[in-house]
């Protein structure tokens, strides 16, 4: 995992539409997340991620997802798959694919969805889980992990140090594309 405090590693990645996106200049806070659109863990928190983008995007918080998978093995997360999610879920935020699957490997994402949290002056704050929830263990997705690191930011408070993973399906890397951080 990036420690705490890591600078937020830049790139220019393009939407289904192939236009580039890049980290925003400047926001009360930043997220990154990975997250695909076969994996059950992502489909699980899906509408609390658009919900996210909906209440944040207020608050001047820049988010951006990034699907990392080896879409010529996972065809179901290529970009007019792509495109088709983050309309019918209703995502507010830019849906970047990461074709050579370099900004996953400079975040050192492992999973999807994977939460990256970074302050004002891009500096890693949180990584980890959205919220407890899992498919099929009856908590509710409400985004609480997430959300609380971000409330913190932005009232100008220490995020808690003590973040939990997130755990979902493993990124699908292209064969011999596998990083060295497993």
């Not at 935020?93 to 999973?111: E, G, H, I, N, T």
């Not at 997430?146 to 003590?162: E, F």
Request: hydrophobic share 35%; aromatic share 10%.
């Amino acid at each position: 995992m990036l420690e705490l405090g890591t600078p937020a590693p830049e790139f220019s990645l393009p939407d289904p539409d192939g236009q580039l996106h890049s980290l925003a200049e400047t926001a009360g806070a930043f997220v990154v997340m990975f997250i695909c659109n076969h994996c059950p863990f992502v489909k699980h928190v899906r509408a609390e991620l658009a919900a996210l983008g909906r209440d944040y995007a207020e608050r001047g918080v820049a988010i951006v997802a990034i699907n990392s998978n080896d879409v010529d093995k996972y065809p179901a997360d290529g970009p007019e798959q792509m495109r088709r999610e983050a309309t019918e879920q209703g995502y507010q935020f830019p849906y970047l694919l990461d074709a050579d699957q370099s900004v996953a490997k400079a975040y050192r994402a492992a999973c999807t969805p994977d939460f990256f949290v970074f302050d004002t002056d891009r500096k890693l704050a949180y990584r980890g889980q959205l919220d407890g929830s899992r498919p099929g263990n009856g908590v509710p997705v409400d985004g609480r992990d997430l959300r609380a690191a971000l409330d913190a930011l932005l009232d100008g408070r220490p995020v808690d140090p003590n973040q939990v993973p997130s755990i979902g399906c493993n990124i699908k890397w292209r064969p011999g594309n596998e990083p060295g951080y497993y």
